[in-house]
């Protein structure tokens, strides 16, 4: 027989066409500065064409004999070397160098807006769960309320937090999910569940209530915790994720899970002059063990989905540019919030079409070296801007002819001719660098 394939999306809708074209759209976009150099530009030309006419007047009336042979020397030389074509290509050519340049490291960076910014971020803020920790939490410690209910062991706290976390999509429902399957315990049936962000769920579970979440959702509850406070809080204190299961309205115990921390680049934003924040739904005790496991010394804890738009804006209140990496739907609005949002490759959608720059891995080497390359792009920028300017600067007296009082000699067209055309080729050639740039090697 033989076997058949199916097409979801073929041509102009296939993932790589959406690639092609998304570096197509950023490399004829402008970034900010070359707005500016724009406005310079529409000066300069006509300011130059005065030079010229004044030249030409000057000389005609003061210079010597043939005087309209000099006049007309000098006005078509100014005209000539003052030719604004290195200026013009001084910020393109490096933009679409330094974009190609990122699209080869599976970095996709949208617009010249975004390159320009990427490279002033001063603080870069993260999403704990999938950024800076694996996403795949495991069950660490199931503790029983003693003397809560004969038959309620830690095998049927696990039962009972599986059977109402196995409707959530939250990474830690399925950790409590795959624990329970791991012993060999069997899920009953839960009916009513249902989620509340951020805090936690709650199902009934063969005839009773069942709630599992955080000390915030307890309190809303008027659920009194007693020492399971205290086995909470040396359990956040190990950078683990504890949370509480009540059983109509009783605290039964704590299922605590804890993630795999990635030491993946941190170390690496921070020697780049960032600093890193890391905004996270856990608890400030489990968050700021986890930071320092990684060297984070910002947290941003206990913050809901919704919230983390608005922590973004608070950091940027402060006056300082802020860059988001995530990965998850919830992530989308502070990822559009941020002055540059960094979506990783495996992440959803969503969060991919609110981003700036999306990254192709799934690893947070991709920021770091997007910031370089940023740096690098925006360093070649000034240096053909500075060159171009230093250009027009010297050549332009020179043309008009200052020098000929004391050496006697006047620029020819043809000169001026070939000295434009070789500025033209110094802004082409330097921004043609940025080839050889290579991503620094980053320890894991």
Known sequence: MRSISRKN???????????????????????PIQR???VVSGYFTPAVMILAVIGFVVWYVFGPEPALTYALIVGVTTLIIACPCALGMATPMSLTTGIGLGAQNGILIRSGDALQMAARLQYIVMDKTGMITRGKPEVTDVIAEAGFEAGINED?????????ERSSEHPLASAIVEGTKARGLALPETASFQAIPGHGVEADVAGRRVLLGNAKLMADRGIALGRLEAEARRLADDGKTPMYLAIDGTAAGIVAAADTVKADSIAALKRLGLEVVMITGDNRRTAEAIGRQVGIDRVLADVLPQDKAHNVQSLQLEGRSVGMVGDGINDAPALAQSDVGFAIGTGTDVAIAASDVPLISGSLRGVVTAIEISKATMGNVYQNLFGAFVYNSLGIPVALGLLYPFTGLLLSPLLAALAMSFSSVTVITNANRLRRWKAKEVAP
């Open 9 to 31: 999306k073929v041509g102009k809708d296939t993932a790589l066409a959406n690639i092609i074209r998304m570096v197509q759209d950023a490399q004829g976009s402008k970034v």
């Open 36 to 38: 500016v150099v724009d």
């Open 156 to 164: 049927e706290l696990l039962r009972l937090a599986a059977a109402v």
